[in-house]
């Protein structure tokens, strides 16, 4: 299975906004799609997922308000909108593809490479 590819990470100070794409293989553009974050010292974290077929969006309470889970269907992308951002948002941001809804990790069977999103004060 082709990986899916990210892009849109960087930093930002405090305050800030940034939006994550992931692209995945027609193969894989299926089920749900989500974004998981993985902080030094912590464990690997759910973020935000979406059902590819309606578009229903699962958040952490931590992002809920903040944070915005997207799809186009013609581009086989999902978007993550990110306000607000927080230096507790700094990690490693995951895409992951053709999953079970929702935000267990274990859900998930195609993984992109990350992409380092870095919030500073």
């Known amino acids: 299975q082709v990986q899916p590819v990210e892009s849109g990470g960087g930093s930002v100070q405090a305050g800030g906004s940034l939006t994550l794409s992931c692209e995945a293989s027609v193969y894989t553009y299926k089920g749900c799609m989500g974004w998981f974050r993985h902080a030094p010292g912590a464990e690997r974290e759910g973020v935000a997922s979406i059902y590819i077929r309606d578009g229903r969006t699962w958040y952490v309470d931590s992002v809920k308000g903040r944070f915005n889970l997207s799809r186009d269907n013609a581009k086989n992308t999902i978007y993550l909108q990110m306000n607000a951002l927080k230096r507790e948002d700094t990690a490693t941001y995951y895409c992951?593809?053709?999953?079970?809804?929702?935000?267990?990790?274990?859900?998930?069977?195609?993984w992109g490479q990350g992409t380092q999103v870095t919030v500073s004060s």
């Open positions: 992951a593809a053709n999953g079970d809804c929702g935000l267990a990790p274990r859900g998930y069977n195609t």
